[in-house]
C-alpha cells in the first residue's frame, strides 16, 4: 500500500514539475487569458461580448441592377497561431456559414471564410473580407460571392462585391447570376437565423406586390 502511495506521490510530483510547479487548475484559467491577450477583438466582435467568439448578421442588399437580395453570415472567429487578424498576409481569421435569398424565390446556403484586418482591441472601423463558396459541391462555382467592408458598430458596411472570375457562371442562370453579384450595398445588421427568414418573406413579399402593381396598369 505504501509502495502504490508513494508512486502516486511520484507520479504528481513529476506532473507539477512538468507544469512549472503550478498546480493544474492554474494552468486551465491561464489557457482563456492567453487567448485574450493574443486576439481580444474576438470577444468583442461588432461590439458587444462575444463569450464563444460567434457573431451573426442579416443584410438586405442591393444589387447594381435593383435587385435586392437577402443575405446572411454566421461565423466564428479563428484565432489559432498564424490567423492573426494583424499577420501580413490575409489569413482566414474568421470561418462559418452563409445563406441568400432572393425576391423570386431563390435560396440556398455557402461555406464563408475571411478576415477582419488590423483588429486587436475592437472591430470598429476594421476592414472585413467575406468569401463565399459553395456549401457541397465545389464544382458549383456560379454561387461564389466576395464582399469587401468594414465594422461601423454593431453592423458591417458592404462598400464592394465582386464576383471572382473563376466563378462566372456554368449556364445562363444561376443561384445568384453575375449581375446580381457586383456592386451590391447594403450592411450587415446583428440578427439571428429567425429575422432572415422575415427578411426573405418580407422580399418575396415586395416583389409579388410589385407585379400586381404592374398586371393592374
Known sequence: MTTET???EAREDHLLRRLGGAPVWVWFLLIPIACYLYSPWVF???GGFTPFTRWQGNARMIAANGAHIG???D??????PGNRSNSPSRSKSIRGSGAYCTEDGRAGSWKLAGAVRDAWLSTDGKD??????PEHDPRLVIT????QGHFAGDSI????????????????EGPLRPDERTGMRGSFQG??????????EDLRRGANRSKAVDISR
Not at 144 to 147: D, E
Not at 161 to 172: F, M, T
Not at 191 to 200: D, I, P, S, Y
Open 44 to 46: 468583442w466582435i461588432g
Open 157 to 172: 458596411v458592404v462598400d464592394r462585391s465582386r464576383a471572382p472570375k473563376h466563378a462566372e457562371p456554368l449556364a445562363d
Open 191 to 200: 440578427g439571428n437565423e429567425h429575422e432572415f427568414e422575415r427578411l426573405c
Open 71 to 73: 443575405l446572411r453570415v
Open 144 to 147: 461564389s460571392l466576395s464582399l
Open 75 to 80: 461565423f466564428k472567429a479563428d484565432f489559432s
Open 6 to 8: 508513494n508512486a502516486g
Open 128 to 133: 472585413v473580407f467575406l468569401d463565399f463558396s
